[in-house]
């Protein structure tokens, strides 16, 4: 026969157990996160991650140059074959017997000026290299020079631009920009030639190279 005031089994292991306050709650789980923090702080680092190498880029290969042919450079060629004067007889070495000689070329529109000075100068032929040829024309606006012996200057009447004949016609003063035109002569025992003009001759279309025409 039970004994109707013995206590059930389950209300006296539960009163073995005491229950577990709110407070005690919360101090158990700060200390468990304290406890985190620690190992979380005496753990070693963990080693660091090993970056591979990079290859150093490939040499940019240059392509090999294209071989050039040498060529000689073609001579320089002379003046009656690429300018469009012809080759003239303008004079003989008895008609330069007063110092200057007037005469055409490479037309009858275009007077120029034979004049030996009796010193050698620039482009000078003739024995003493002393002989040279000029354009009539100023280099200004055309108009026909005049010759000076005695002082070799050639003096434009129109608008007194003056060129020194020694020295290969260059202007002395006036308007001009220019030196009068040189002709370009050859001597064949008496006979003067010329066979070309160095400069531009006034109102000449053609003083160019035929190439450059």
Do not use: W
């Amino acid at each position: 026969m039970e004994d109707q005031g013995a206590t059930p089994p389950n209300e006296v292991a539960g009163a073995q157990q005491p229950r577990l306050g709110r407070r005690s709650f919360l101090k158990l789980g700060s200390v468990g996160s304290a406890a985190a923090v620690l190992a979380a702080c005496s753990a070693p680092p963990a080693p660091p991650t090993a970056v591979p190498p990079t290859a150093p880029p490939a040499p940019t290969v240059s392509a090999a140059p294209t071989p050039v042919a040498a060529t000689e450079p073609a001579p320089a060629p002379a003046f009656s074959d690429v300018l469009p004067y012809p080759r003239l007889k303008i004079a003989t070495l008895s008609d330069l017997q007063k110092g200057v000689f007037s005469t055409t070329y490479p037309d009858q529109f275009s007077p120029v000026q034979v004049i030996k000075l009796g010193t050698k100068t620039v482009g000078g032929v003739g024995p003493d290299g002393d002989i040279v040829a000029y354009s009539g024309l100023c280099t200004h606006m055309g108009c026909p020079v005049s010759y000076d012996p005695a002082t070799k200057v050639f003096m434009c009447p129109c608008h007194y631009s003056h060129f020194d004949a020694a020295a290969d016609a260059m202007l002395i003063s006036g308007p001009a920009t220019q030196h009068l035109p040189r002709l370009v002569l050859e001597v064949e025992g008496q006979d003067i030639y010329a066979v070309s003009v160095q400069g531009l001759i006034y109102g000449r279309p053609h003083n160019l190279s035929l190439t450059e025409l």
